[in-house]
């Protein structure tokens, strides 16, 4: 490991299936044990009908423990916001480009906080090696509102609305949009790249183009 306590695996399902076991069981923990999130379980594992092959996942760890996770499919695919939330794009259409990468199951545990810039940063890192134009997203207001302290500019596709309830009634509001990545990368987007400069990046996947990157 180099100069960081975290590293991140990308992998898919067919490169590490061992890991993609551990990751379900881990969103399960986090997503509907520790946020609350009525989400489907199979086989006691949070997983949905968009955890196929040509899903992408990073994997954040702090030694063997993972502590954060995200999702990310292209959006010439069937993908969650486009399928499952077609209503929240009411001013602008989702968009079905493979220049365009949803990011889903974002998320980090409550013990972690600390490190979800780092998440992020790995997010951008995968949208500029994809030559993404943006990252796509069903995200409630508040992560909305951290995108916008970091420096990066969000677009909306329609209004904030209610996609659900928590299991202790909350609701949850949330809005579809988008981060455009910028050709011309701002200090502040360069901030939080940096931010990961340092990591262990492990890929078992295509997205870096080699087996190994400590950027």
């Given at each position: 490991?180099?100069?960081?306590?975290?590293?991140?695996?990308?992998?898919?399902?067919?490169?590490?299936?061992?890991?993609?076991?551990?990751?379900?069981?881990?969103?399960?923990?986090?997503f509907?044990?520790?946020?609350?999130?009525?989400?489907?379980?199979?086989?006691?594992?949070?997983?949905?009908?968009?955890?196929?092959?040509n899903?992408?996942?990073?994997?954040?760890?702090?030694?063997?423990?993972?502590?954060?996770?995200?999702?990310?499919?292209?959006?010439?695919?069937?993908?969650?916001?486009?399928?499952?939330?077609?209503?929240?794009?009411?001013?602008?259409?989702?968009?079905?480009s493979?220049?365009?990468?949803?990011?889903?199951?974002?998320?980090?545990?409550?013990?972690?906080?600390?490190?979800?810039?780092?998440?992020?940063?790995?997010?951008?890192?995968?949208?500029?090696?994809r030559?993404?134009?943006?990252?796509?997203?069903?995200?409630?207001?508040s992560?909305?509102?951290?995108?916008?302290?970091?420096?990066?500019?969000?677009?909306?596709?329609?209004?904030?609305?209610?996609?659900?309830?928590?299991?202790?009634?909350?609701?949850?509001?949330?809005?579809?949009?988008?981060i455009?990545?910028?050709?011309?990368?701002s200090?502040?987007?360069?901030?939080?790249?940096?931010?990961?400069?340092?990591?262990?990046?492990?890929?078992?996947?295509?997205?870096?183009r080699?087996q190994?990157?400590?950027?």
């Open positions: 490991m180099t100069g960081s306590a975290y590293r991140a695996v990308f992998f898919t399902l067919g490169s590490n299936p061992d890991l993609a076991r551990h990751l379900f069981l881990f969103r399960t923990r986090l509907i044990d520790e946020l609350g999130w009525p989400l489907p379980v199979q086989d006691g594992v949070e997983r949905d009908q968009f955890d196929t092959s899903a992408i996942y990073c994997v954040l760890f702090e030694a063997d423990r993972i502590v954060g996770c995200f999702r990310a499919i292209s959006c010439d695919l069937p993908y969650l916001g486009k399928t499952i939330f077609p209503h929240l794009a009411t001013a602008r259409s989702y968009p079905s493979p220049h365009n990468l949803e990011i889903s199951r974002f998320g980090i545990t409550s013990s972690h906080q600390s490190a979800s810039a780092r998440l992020y940063s790995l997010m951008l890192r995968l949208a500029l090696d030559e993404a134009d943006s990252l796509v997203a069903i995200a409630d207001l992560h909305e509102r951290l995108l916008n302290r970091m420096g990066l500019a969000t677009i909306r596709y329609g209004h904030p609305a209610i996609v659900g309830y928590r299991e202790d009634g909350a609701w949850i509001l949330a809005v579809a949009g988008e455009p990545i910028p050709r011309e990368l200090p502040r987007f360069r901030d939080l790249l940096h931010l990961t400069e340092h990591m262990d990046i492990v890929d078992e996947t295509p997205v870096f080699r190994r990157l400590s950027a």
